[in-house]
Protein backbone atom coordinates (compact mmCIF):
# COMPACT_ATOMS: atom_id res chain seq x y z
CA UNK A 1 0.00 0.00 0.00
CA UNK A 2 0.81 3.60 -0.50
CA UNK A 3 1.91 6.18 2.43
CA UNK A 4 0.31 9.10 0.45
CA UNK A 5 -2.16 10.31 2.82
CA UNK A 6 -4.81 12.60 0.78
CA UNK A 7 -5.57 15.78 2.97
CA UNK A 8 -7.00 19.27 2.43
CA UNK A 9 -3.25 20.18 1.56
CA UNK A 10 -2.73 18.50 -0.81
CA UNK A 11 -5.98 17.49 -2.53
CA UNK A 12 -4.98 19.26 -5.94
CA UNK A 13 -1.26 18.15 -5.77
CA UNK A 14 0.06 16.27 -8.75
CA UNK A 15 0.64 13.60 -6.32
CA UNK A 16 -2.71 13.52 -5.33
CA UNK A 17 -3.90 13.10 -9.21
CA UNK A 18 -0.62 10.20 -9.42
CA UNK A 19 -2.88 8.52 -6.54
CA UNK A 20 -6.57 8.94 -6.97
CA UNK A 21 -8.89 9.50 -10.05
CA UNK A 22 -10.93 12.71 -9.72
CA UNK A 23 -13.68 14.05 -11.46
CA UNK A 24 -11.98 16.68 -13.15
CA UNK A 25 -8.95 14.70 -14.30
CA UNK A 26 -11.14 12.40 -15.68
CA UNK A 27 -13.23 14.73 -16.97
CA UNK A 28 -9.92 15.97 -18.76
CA UNK A 29 -8.87 12.75 -20.29
CA UNK A 30 -12.03 12.54 -22.02
CA UNK A 31 -11.92 15.62 -23.71
CA UNK A 32 -8.26 15.45 -24.60
CA UNK A 33 -5.58 12.90 -23.50
CA UNK A 34 -2.80 14.84 -24.49
CA UNK A 35 -3.56 17.88 -22.17
CA UNK A 36 -4.36 15.45 -19.11
CA UNK A 37 -1.69 13.74 -19.09
CA UNK A 38 0.56 16.82 -19.79
CA UNK A 39 -1.40 18.44 -16.58
CA UNK A 40 -0.36 15.29 -14.86
CA UNK A 41 3.42 16.08 -15.99
CA UNK A 42 3.02 19.43 -14.58
CA UNK A 43 1.97 21.46 -17.70
CA UNK A 44 -0.20 24.28 -16.76
CA UNK A 45 -2.96 26.64 -18.52
CA UNK A 46 -2.44 29.89 -19.81
CA UNK A 47 -3.98 32.56 -16.94
CA UNK A 48 -6.87 33.34 -19.34
CA UNK A 49 -7.79 29.80 -19.24
CA UNK A 50 -8.05 28.97 -15.32
CA UNK A 51 -9.74 32.49 -15.03
CA UNK A 52 -13.38 31.60 -14.45
CA UNK A 53 -12.31 28.82 -12.14
CA UNK A 54 -9.87 30.59 -9.69
CA UNK A 55 -13.08 32.98 -9.38
CA UNK A 56 -15.10 29.90 -8.69
CA UNK A 57 -12.92 29.11 -6.09
CA UNK A 58 -13.03 32.85 -4.66
CA UNK A 59 -16.97 32.13 -3.91
CA UNK A 60 -16.30 29.03 -2.80
CA UNK A 61 -13.65 29.86 0.05
CA UNK A 62 -16.09 32.67 0.81
CA UNK A 63 -18.66 29.98 2.04
CA UNK A 64 -15.92 28.22 3.09
CA UNK A 65 -14.51 29.62 6.10
CA UNK A 66 -13.21 32.91 6.82
CA UNK A 67 -10.09 31.92 7.32
CA UNK A 68 -9.88 29.97 3.51
CA UNK A 69 -11.49 33.22 2.28
CA UNK A 70 -8.29 35.08 4.02
CA UNK A 71 -6.21 32.57 2.32
CA UNK A 72 -7.31 32.96 -1.20
CA UNK A 73 -6.99 36.50 -0.67
CA UNK A 74 -3.33 36.37 0.59
CA UNK A 75 -2.49 33.50 -2.20
CA UNK A 76 -4.47 35.30 -5.25
CA UNK A 77 -4.19 39.28 -4.25
CA UNK A 78 -1.81 40.13 -7.76
CA UNK A 79 -4.12 38.70 -10.17
CA UNK A 80 -7.41 40.10 -8.54
CA UNK A 81 -6.14 43.95 -8.92
CA UNK A 82 -6.22 45.29 -11.77
CA UNK A 83 -2.68 47.00 -12.54
CA UNK A 84 -3.52 49.37 -15.81
CA UNK A 85 -5.74 51.39 -17.01
CA UNK A 86 -8.87 54.02 -15.53
CA UNK A 87 -9.39 50.77 -13.02
CA UNK A 88 -6.11 50.32 -11.80
CA UNK A 89 -5.20 49.52 -8.30
CA UNK A 90 -8.88 48.38 -7.98
CA UNK A 91 -10.42 45.03 -7.18
CA UNK A 92 -11.54 43.34 -10.83
CA UNK A 93 -14.72 43.32 -12.79
CA UNK A 94 -14.64 39.05 -11.52
CA UNK A 95 -14.47 39.87 -8.67
CA UNK A 96 -16.98 42.42 -8.12
CA UNK A 97 -18.85 40.12 -10.10
CA UNK A 98 -17.94 37.47 -7.38
CA UNK A 99 -18.77 39.56 -4.75
CA UNK A 100 -22.33 40.35 -6.09
CA UNK A 101 -22.97 36.02 -6.08
CA UNK A 102 -21.42 35.67 -2.38
CA UNK A 103 -23.67 38.54 -1.51
CA UNK A 104 -27.10 37.25 -3.18
CA UNK A 105 -26.77 33.82 -1.47
CA UNK A 106 -25.39 34.90 2.11
CA UNK A 107 -28.61 37.32 2.21
CA UNK A 108 -30.45 34.02 1.24
CA UNK A 109 -32.92 31.56 4.36
CA UNK A 110 -32.56 28.51 2.26
CA UNK A 111 -29.09 28.52 1.35
CA UNK A 112 -28.47 29.55 5.27
CA UNK A 113 -30.60 26.78 6.58
CA UNK A 114 -29.08 23.95 4.21
CA UNK A 115 -25.67 24.62 2.14
CA UNK A 116 -24.00 26.53 5.06
CA UNK A 117 -25.19 24.23 7.70
CA UNK A 118 -23.63 21.70 6.52
CA UNK A 119 -19.95 20.31 6.73
CA UNK A 120 -16.97 21.79 3.96
CA UNK A 121 -14.73 19.96 2.11
CA UNK A 122 -15.23 16.92 3.20
CA UNK A 123 -12.98 14.50 1.30
CA UNK A 124 -14.19 11.23 0.33
CA UNK A 125 -12.29 8.10 -1.32
CA UNK A 126 -12.98 4.95 -2.77
CA UNK A 127 -12.98 2.38 -5.44
CA UNK A 128 -14.77 2.44 -8.24
CA UNK A 129 -14.51 -0.36 -10.86
CA UNK A 130 -11.13 -1.11 -8.94
CA UNK A 131 -9.95 2.46 -9.36
CA UNK A 132 -9.32 4.62 -6.53
CA UNK A 133 -11.10 7.45 -6.66
CA UNK A 134 -11.36 11.17 -4.39
CA UNK A 135 -13.85 13.48 -4.71
CA UNK A 136 -14.38 16.62 -2.27
CA UNK A 137 -18.02 17.66 -1.19
CA UNK A 138 -18.88 21.21 -1.16
CA UNK A 139 -21.51 20.83 1.88
CA UNK A 140 -22.62 17.98 3.61
CA UNK A 141 -23.93 16.44 6.71
CA UNK A 142 -23.00 13.04 7.25
CA UNK A 143 -25.83 10.69 6.78
CA UNK A 144 -27.95 13.08 4.86
CA UNK A 145 -30.31 12.10 1.83
CA UNK A 146 -28.85 15.10 -0.09
CA UNK A 147 -25.60 16.47 -0.64
CA UNK A 148 -25.05 19.86 -2.21
CA UNK A 149 -22.82 21.75 -4.75
CA UNK A 150 -22.07 25.20 -5.41
CA UNK A 151 -21.23 26.26 -9.23
CA UNK A 152 -20.75 29.81 -10.70
CA UNK A 153 -22.03 30.41 -14.44
CA UNK A 154 -22.44 32.84 -16.43
CA UNK A 155 -26.62 32.14 -17.42
CA UNK A 156 -27.92 29.21 -16.21
CA UNK A 157 -30.74 28.69 -18.64
CA UNK A 158 -28.17 29.19 -21.57
CA UNK A 159 -28.44 26.06 -24.21
CA UNK A 160 -25.45 24.06 -24.99
CA UNK A 161 -24.71 21.24 -27.97
CA UNK A 162 -23.99 18.21 -26.43
CA UNK A 163 -22.43 16.04 -28.32
CA UNK A 164 -23.73 12.76 -27.55
CA UNK A 165 -22.29 9.86 -29.34
CA UNK A 166 -25.86 8.14 -29.15
CA UNK A 167 -28.20 10.93 -29.77
CA UNK A 168 -27.00 15.05 -29.67
CA UNK A 169 -29.19 17.41 -27.68
CA UNK A 170 -29.29 20.39 -26.47
CA UNK A 171 -28.71 21.12 -22.81
CA UNK A 172 -28.19 22.66 -20.06
CA UNK A 173 -24.62 24.12 -18.23
CA UNK A 174 -24.64 20.71 -16.18
CA UNK A 175 -24.46 18.53 -18.73
CA UNK A 176 -21.94 21.03 -20.86
CA UNK A 177 -19.63 20.10 -18.17
CA UNK A 178 -20.57 16.90 -17.68
CA UNK A 179 -21.75 17.65 -13.87
CA UNK A 180 -23.93 14.33 -13.37
CA UNK A 181 -20.18 12.62 -13.95
CA UNK A 182 -18.90 14.08 -11.05
CA UNK A 183 -22.63 14.28 -8.76
CA UNK A 184 -22.73 10.26 -9.88
CA UNK A 185 -19.01 9.97 -8.64
CA UNK A 186 -19.65 11.82 -5.00
CA UNK A 187 -22.66 9.73 -4.94
CA UNK A 188 -20.99 6.56 -5.02
CA UNK A 189 -17.86 7.50 -2.35
CA UNK A 190 -21.00 8.81 -0.19
CA UNK A 191 -22.74 5.25 -0.94
CA UNK A 192 -19.03 3.97 0.28
CA UNK A 193 -18.56 6.01 3.01
CA UNK A 194 -22.00 6.19 4.93
CA UNK A 195 -23.85 3.77 3.70
CA UNK A 196 -26.52 6.33 2.31
CA UNK A 197 -28.02 6.93 -0.84
CA UNK A 198 -27.83 10.53 -1.37
CA UNK A 199 -28.71 12.76 -3.93
CA UNK A 200 -27.07 15.98 -5.38
CA UNK A 201 -28.12 19.01 -5.49
CA UNK A 202 -26.65 22.04 -7.53
CA UNK A 203 -26.51 25.30 -6.05
CA UNK A 204 -26.30 27.53 -9.00
CA UNK A 205 -25.51 31.17 -9.04
CA UNK A 206 -24.87 33.31 -12.05
CA UNK A 207 -22.17 36.13 -13.08
CA UNK A 208 -25.68 38.79 -13.80
CA UNK A 209 -26.39 41.91 -12.19
CA UNK A 210 -28.38 41.07 -10.46
CA UNK A 211 -27.21 37.25 -10.11
CA UNK A 212 -29.68 34.53 -10.89
CA UNK A 213 -29.79 31.30 -8.02
CA UNK A 214 -31.07 28.57 -8.01
CA UNK A 215 -31.08 24.34 -6.25
CA UNK A 216 -31.08 22.43 -9.19
CA UNK A 217 -31.52 18.43 -9.06
CA UNK A 218 -29.92 15.92 -11.29
CA UNK A 219 -32.67 13.02 -12.32
CA UNK A 220 -31.32 9.69 -10.95
CA UNK A 221 -31.04 7.93 -14.32
CA UNK A 222 -29.03 10.76 -15.56
CA UNK A 223 -26.80 9.94 -12.88
CA UNK A 224 -26.61 5.92 -13.63
CA UNK A 225 -25.74 7.12 -17.38
CA UNK A 226 -22.74 8.99 -16.49
CA UNK A 227 -22.01 6.29 -14.37
CA UNK A 228 -22.42 3.65 -16.66
CA UNK A 229 -20.40 5.97 -19.60
CA UNK A 230 -17.49 6.15 -16.52
CA UNK A 231 -16.79 2.29 -16.02
CA UNK A 232 -17.18 1.86 -19.66
CA UNK A 233 -14.12 4.14 -20.70
CA UNK A 234 -12.31 4.34 -17.19
CA UNK A 235 -9.75 1.09 -18.47
CA UNK A 236 -8.92 2.85 -21.42
CA UNK A 237 -8.23 6.05 -19.20
CA UNK A 238 -6.18 3.89 -16.77
CA UNK A 239 -3.77 2.87 -19.94
CA UNK A 240 -3.25 5.74 -20.75
CA UNK A 241 -2.84 7.59 -17.43
CA UNK A 242 -0.56 4.29 -16.52
CA UNK A 243 1.48 5.31 -19.76
CA UNK A 244 0.62 1.44 -21.41
CA UNK A 245 -1.09 3.71 -24.41
CA UNK A 246 0.21 7.09 -25.47
CA UNK A 247 -2.28 9.30 -25.17
CA UNK A 248 -4.44 10.64 -28.82
CA UNK A 249 -4.37 14.41 -29.06
CA UNK A 250 -7.36 16.31 -29.87
CA UNK A 251 -5.61 19.04 -31.96
CA UNK A 252 -8.22 21.42 -30.76
CA UNK A 253 -7.63 22.63 -26.90
CA UNK A 254 -5.21 25.36 -25.65
CA UNK A 255 -2.52 22.33 -24.87
CA UNK A 256 -2.65 20.80 -28.70
CA UNK A 257 -2.75 24.87 -30.62
CA UNK A 258 0.04 25.29 -28.17
CA UNK A 259 2.59 22.09 -28.91
CA UNK A 260 0.71 21.90 -32.72
CA UNK A 261 3.08 21.23 -36.02
CA UNK A 262 1.52 21.62 -39.54
CA UNK A 263 1.19 18.42 -41.18
CA UNK A 264 -1.27 16.37 -43.08
CA UNK A 265 -3.88 18.34 -45.09
CA UNK A 266 -7.29 18.09 -43.73
CA UNK A 267 -10.61 18.00 -45.92
CA UNK A 268 -12.60 21.17 -44.74
CA UNK A 269 -15.17 18.91 -43.23
CA UNK A 270 -12.79 17.50 -40.94
CA UNK A 271 -13.25 21.19 -39.19
CA UNK A 272 -16.62 20.58 -37.94
CA UNK A 273 -16.55 17.21 -36.87
ZN1 LIG B 1 -5.95 18.60 -27.11
Same mark, same amino acid.
Given at each position: ?? =?????????? +?????????? =? +?????????? @?? @?MAQ?? !?WKPAETESKALLVGNYVHSYFESPEAHRAYIEDNKKQM?????????????DYRDADRMIAALNLDKRFQQSYMAGQKEIILTGKI? !???????? *?SYIPGQSFFMDLKTVEDMHKRFWIADPVKGHWGSFIEDRNYPLQMAVYQELIEQKYHIHAE???? @???????? *?KAFVAIPQEYLDTAMSQLLEVQDHIEAVRSGRIPPKRCEQCDYCRATKHLGQIISMNELIE
Open positions: MT =AFRLSNSNYY +SQEANQHFQS =A +SMFKGFQSCE @AR @ALN !GISSQGKTKGKLKSG !GVPWMGKL *DPIIV @AVTKQNPP *D
